[in-house]
């Protein structure tokens, strides 16, 4: 079926660097998400993004944090200055619409922070 | 605060057996999904039911909602070792726009 893929898997930075993660959605979706899962609790929404534009966010998602996908490339989440409570597994995620759309999921992007 | 909750919190079932996840909401919803997560991968859907429809099958797979007391349950016949993964209930609110509220899952394990 159709894939979303994050690169990287794992990033270990330390606290107060810049870190980008980077996502490939599904080729025709038109509509992007990311999503925040620390260990052992329930996947957070931070934002979503159509047409060049974020359409929502979360209170999850903090002044740091940045989202973009210049000229249909990937579809990246910026985080500068990181902090120790950035460490998550951050999931990345397309649909072709809204609204009770089936949204597909890569696998995540591991991020600790130090 | 948590919009969704499943329950139990974890479960282990022979292979073969039946096996039913169940969970709760707190607000209205237009739409409800059953998500599985296994191990180092990303959830993927499994069924999707609207608010109003009462159950939906997927296979092996069949889910039931019902608006009055804010529960679904997703029940999985026949289970299968490659069964084995977190199951999550997750809301969809209004138009949404793609924001899901997910419970914090329950854990199966289908034994050999």
């Known amino acids: 079926g159709p894939k979303v893929l994050q690169i990287p898997s794992h990033q270990i930075i330390d606290m107060g660097q810049m870190v980008t993660l980077n996502c490939d959605p599904v080729?025709?979706?038109?509509?992007f998400y990311w999503y925040k899962q620390i260990l052992g609790q329930q996947m957070e929404f931070l934002v979503n993004?159509?047409?060049?534009?974020?359409?929502?966010k979360s209170k999850l998602f903090k002044d740091q944090f940045s989202v973009e996908r210049p000229d249909g490339s990937y579809f990246t989440l910026k985080i500068q200055p990181t902090a120790l409570e950035d460490s998550a597994v951050y999931f990345c995620a397309s649909s072709l619409g809204v609204s009770n759309e089936r949204l597909f999921f890569g696998h995540g992007t591991k991020l600790s922070v130090l | 605060s948590q919009l969704a909750e499943e329950n139990p919190w974890a479960l282990s079932v022979h292979e073969g057996e039946s096996v039913t996840v169940n969970c709760s909401y707190k607000t209205s919803i237009t739409a409800l999904q059953w998500y599985r997560q296994k191990s180092g991968e990303g959830p993927a859907q499994l069924i999707l039911i609207r608010s109003n429809e009462r159950e939906k099958r997927n296979g092996r797979l069949r889910a039931t909602l019902d608006t009055s007391s804010q529960s679904s349950s997703l029940s999985i016949t026949a289970t299968r070792c490659e069964d084995t993964a977190v199951y999550f209930c997750a809301t969809v609110r209004g138009s949404a726009l793609g924001r899901l509220h997910f419970g914090a899952g329950t854990q199966l394990i289908v034994i050999p």
């Open positions: 993004f159509y047409n060049g534009k974020v359409m929502e």
């Open positions: 080729s025709n979706h038109l509509y």
